[in-house]
């Protein structure tokens, strides 16, 4: 295989670049688009080549559970975006979490997670991680006294999603780096809802940015993925991890993945500046109680994601006046949206947090997180913000 010309030629290089070429290595056929190779295993040279690569004498590939290259260029772009050293990819956004947590973490350490992150990364933390004897502490978000009087002799890691599902709380994170540092320990951020196109936690002070691909790096709902990016030691562990107990991704996926990548700077712009819109919109209308989006100038977040995002990205939420049964008869009587928990998507996705994705916790952990009867949360899609508007003004009209 024969790397591209100039590996060289992209150092310093905007993040467009990275998007399009970072990765690339071509084979022989001087083929110009990224091949998938659908291979399980490689063929040795010779049984000294066979002999040197199984021991790591010499680099190439073996068996994909341990490496594929269409899955490496994926990883090198994934890392080139995020600014990291080197990057995994995983079979899903939960075995990227999985597998950091299963590499770097110990019985006897303790996690400190952020109670608004992904429902599924709670019971992870909760269910799995605590039978392992890793103690896990929730505190809120935005709470810094929580997160700091939270901190042991053992934490071992930080784990937080900025800006939040669904309310986009945007999480500090020149303070919270600061309190992993003096702690020593990691911070892990789930970069799912700005991708590197709007933020690259690494650049504010994480030690490791976690990905479902699955949402907006493919972009539009195709394929199940995920990624880890950080320093290459990290990355050794992580890798080792996948290679013994095998969440890789699968070079299709991977593939994918790359083809969605070359098109999310501008993507995540199209989502931001129609859920801006959208969101302005929501605030005019009389049977809005109240709209979430960090890119509103009332939203608490709104100067700290000035600060540490290049745009507010596509999911916003909004409190329809009333209760459960309105914010039921708003999502009916939308007939474009698509109802559904995914996000991250072309296709606008309209969903009622409180008996879905939120459906399971608590009715006092769901006063906590704000994820009250009467939201509506809505992952801005790609089509013409006039129609999406039309749709939601249908929804409003449906209110008793
Ligand atoms: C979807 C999602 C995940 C889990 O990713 P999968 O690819 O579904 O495993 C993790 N974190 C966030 C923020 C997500 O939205």
Partial sequence: MSN??????????????LAVRAGIARTPEGEHSEPIFTTSSYVFDDAADAAARFAGDVPGNVYSRYTNPTVRTFEERIAALEGGEAAVGTSSGMAAILSVCMALLKTGDHVICSRNVFGTTVNLFGKYMARFGVEVSFVHLLDLAQWRAAVRPNTAMLFLETPSNPLCEVADMDALSALARESDALLVVDNCFCTPALQTPLALGADIVVHSATKYLDGQGRCVGGAAVGGREHMEEVLTFLRTCGPTMSPFNAWVFLKGLETLRLRMEAHSRAALELARWLQQQPLVERVYYAGL???PGHALAQRQQRAFGGVLSFAVRG???????CIDATRIMTLTANLGDAKTTIVHPATTTHGRLSESERAEAGVTENLIRVSVGLEHVDDLKADLQRGLDALD
């Fill in 4 to 17: 591209d010309s100039d590996k060289s030629a992209l150092e310093g290089a905007h993040l467009d670049t």
């Fill in 297 to 299: 100038e009332d939203h």
């Fill in 323 to 329: 209760g459960r049964k309105q914010a039921w008869q």
